[in-house]
């Protein structure tokens, strides 16, 4: 310990290397919940590249195991400290190098927070469009991490769209640059995209070269109300079936809608089953909402509320924005990511029904509906223990249930442990082991975040 204590020190500045146990712990875990977290032996704040990469040669001489860190608001336990480690929090590389509009680029350090960097293109007339929930607070590094993605996945895209290139520290301190700066490029075997989504077992990304897009227009919103789930997945199948792309797609169940009354006092009427809001930037945002208004009355819809401008869009959103911390409110959340085919949405959502009512708990679902990405959260009272199994059981049939619809077990959070296991069933055998054998190529000894995805 004080071997390791002194060599971090000797290239770090002061006060970078934390030993203290009352502040190492604080730095254990991520937000998932059902995954344990071991005692890191330093936690270490490193300012430039060249530091990190001290810190990777001292752990491959000394044979430390390394947890990359970005804020820490991942869900998936990907950022959790092993026993002994070493955590790398990378929060104070946090520079945004360069915004060149000409070549629609943005070179950042990891440590830049997502809500950050889309404030300082946006100035300049662009945007960086992945978005996801804890925008402002999340890393770029930790949303390259997960491969991270949002409320506007259904026209822009996922984080894995927008990273160009990498500069990335491996495990035994050796620099790698990915990838490009020029809007197209096919040189060799595309080892930026290995990277994003590798959740720290393969390198630590030190600096992205990101794609950025011209700012789009205000939003305009509708919110519709369904009877049933299967009405409200008719009407998201027949928006895409029409050639519509809104810029935000998503639904609500009616245990999330019920939570969103009690908290936001939002008038929807309780016999809401399900809440479609849909919201469109392109030029024509009035007649699409309109064909969409259209589309869902004919498949069902009790009620279609369209926003007459950006501040009753951003009324009717709110709804979405609170569904988290409504069911907050409610008891302990186990907050699930499970993405299926579109055309499959309302029967996963028909089954999450039917697991809390064998499990007899309540889930709550809000979905990117335009992507068929799930979020199924699980409530329950963490200090009884009966109903902490049932909590876990109903979590893994969601995962079994997300399969059999021919989804995958993650569309955004990633898997660090939370989803390891069911990772192994999703892949298949084969697929499995030329992963491992990835993960050997690139950390021989094993000492990148131990223990997550394989």
Not at 6 to 11: E, F, K, N, S, V
Not at 302 to 324: F, I, N, Y
Not at 399 to 428: C, P, S, Y
Request: glycine share 12%; with cysteine.
């Amino acid at each position: 310990m004080g071997d390791l204590t002194d060599r971090l020190a000797q290239g770090l500045p002061a006060g970078a290397v934390v030993a203290d146990p009352d502040v190492t712990a604080a730095y254990s875990r991520d937000m998932a919940g059902f995954c344990a977290a071991g005692a890191p032996a330093v936690v270490v704040f490193p300012e430039t590249v060249e530091q990190v990469r001290h810190v990777m040669r001292v752990a491959t001489e000394l044979r430390v195991p390394v947890v990359p860190q970005g804020a820490r608001t991942g869900l998936s336990g990907a950022a959790n400290a092993v026993d002994g480690c070493v955590v790398l929090s990378l929060v104070k590389l946090n520079r945004i190098l360069e915004i060149d509009p000409v070549n629609r680029i943005a070179v950042v350090e990891p440590g830049v927070v997502n809500a950050e960097l889309s404030r300082a293109v946006e100035r300049l007339g662009l945007s960086y469009p992945p978005d996801p929930s804890s925008w402002e607070s999340c890393t770029i590094g930790g949303n390259i991490g997960t491969g991270a993605g949002g409320l506007c996945c259904v026209k822009y895209g996922v984080t894995s769209e927008y990273v160009l290139g990498l500069d990335v520290v491996l495990a035994d301190g050796r620099l790698l640059s990915t990838g490009r700066r020029t809007a197209k490029g096919v040189a060799g075997y595309d080892l930026t995209r290995l990277f994003v989504g590798s959740e720290g077992t393969l390198g630590v990304v030190v600096r992205a070269v990101l794609a950025l897009r011209p700012a789009p227009a205000p939003q305009l919103a509708l919110a519709a109300e369904f009877p049933s789930a299967d009405a409200a997945g008719a009407a998201v199948c027949e928006v895409m079936a029409r050639g519509l792309t809104p810029s935000l797609m998503e639904l609500m169940d009616a245990v999330s809608v019920r939570a969103v009354n009690e908290l936001g006092q939002m008038g929807l009427p309780e016999s809401t089953q399900a809440l479609l809001l849909v919201a469109f930037d392109g030029p024509d945002r009035v007649g699409e909402l309109a064909r969409v208004a259209e589309l869902c009355r004919a498949t069902g819809a009790t009620g279609v509320v369209p926003a007459e401008d950006q501040a009753e869009s951003d009324l009717l959103l709110a709804a979405r924005r609170l569904a988290l911390p409504a069911m907050d409110r409610l008891g302990t959340t186990m907050i699930d990511d499970v993405a299926v085919p579109r055309s499959r949405l309302a029967e996963m959502l028909n089954g999450v029904a039917a697991i809390a009512g064998r499990h007899g708990l309540t889930i709550g679902v809000v979905s990117h509906a335009g992507d068929g990405n799930t979020h199924p959260i699980v409530i329950f009272d963490a200090q009884d223990e009966e109903q902490a199994v049932r909590a876990q059981r109903s979590f893994d049939d969601i995962m079994a249930l997300g399969l059999e619809l021919g989804g995958t077990i993650t569309g955004e959070h990633g898997v660090g442990l939370l989803k390891r296991d069911w990772l192994a069933r999703e892949l298949g055998p084969v697929a499995l082991e030329l992963q491992r054998q990835l993960k050997g190529v690139f950390d021989p000894l094993g000492i990148l975040n131990p223990g997550k995805m394989i």
